[in-house]
T-cell receptor, first 116, second 111 residues
Framework: DAMVIQNPRYQVTQFGKPVTLSCSQT?????MYWYQQKSSQAPKLLFH???????NEADTPDNFQSRRPNTSFCFLDIRSPGLGDAAMYLC???????????????FGPGTRLTVL | GEDVEQSLFLSVREGDSSVINCTYT??????LYWYKQEPGAGLQLLTY?????DMKQDQRLTVLLNKKDKHLSLRIADTQTGDSAIYFCAELNTGFQKLVFGTGTRLLVSP
């Protein structure tokens, strides 16, 4: 089945130690998103890629970076995780985002990040 | 503004109908979505409605859209314990081309 896959499902890191979260998709969608979701809150968009075009949200901290080496994969890098970065990180994809209808986003299962 | 609001909590008995409400502010939204999130999991797309529709039915799910009042609802018929989850509504903000999520409604279904 076509799907959005996130690895690992659970990640523990130490304060200040860089960490990378992975997302892959078999939907062949050209748009990929990263969201941060803290406990009991709505998902918050960090950034997205439209093909190779990177789009950062204005309030996303510089500590968060992303890479998209090809259509299928997208990575979230947290350069120096703080305690406040502990959250669920959700990856999503959509088929097209500009000037089209039905920009439905399909989500992966998420990676829960713990910062010690 | 981009506020999407939902009531925080809803409790129903198994077999009853559940109605989850959502209000949004962007009158230019083209699509409105309902997502379900079970504990520790990602968001599962349940259904969506295009802004020129008033109603959409999909098996046990009925979505009603009142554009005048910017009100969206999700009705779940014959609610089951497996429906217990957090439900998020979301609007596609066409100005900024992004999804804006509501605060989420926690649905608890008791036997």
């Amino acid at each position: 089945d076509a799907m959005v896959i996130q690895n690992p499902r659970y990640q523990v890191t130490q304060f200040g130690k860089p960490v990378t979260l992975s997302c892959s998709q078999t939907l062949n969608h050209n748009v990929m998103y990263w969201y941060q979701q803290k406990s009991s809150q709505a998902p918050k968009l960090l950034f997205h890629y439209y093909d190779k075009d990177f789009n950062n949200e204005a309030d996303t901290p510089d500590n968060f970076q992303s890479r998209r080496p090809n259509t299928s994969f997208c990575f979230l890098d947290i350069r120096s995780p703080g305690l406040g970065d502990a959250a669920m990180y959700l990856c999503a994809t959509s088929r097209d985002r500009r000037g089209r209808t039905a920009d439905t986003q399909y989500f992966g299962p998420g990676t829960r990040l713990t910062v010690l | 503004g981009e506020d999407v609001e939902q009531s925080l909590f809803l409790s129903v008995r198994e077999g009853d109908s559940s109605v989850i409400n959502c209000t949004y502010t962007d009158s230019s939204s083209t699509y409105l979505y309902w997502y379900k999130q079970e504990p520790g999991a990602g968001l599962q797309l349940l259904t969506y409605i295009f802004s020129n529709m008033d109603m959409k039915q999909d098996q046990r799910l009925t979505v009603l859209l009142n554009k005048k009042d910017k009100h969206l609802s999700l009705r779940i018929a014959d609610t089951q314990t497996g429906d217990s989850a957090i439900y998020f509504c979301a609007e596609l903000n066409t100005g900024f081309q992004k999804l804006v999520f509501g605060t989420g409604t926690r649905l608890l279904v008791s036997p």
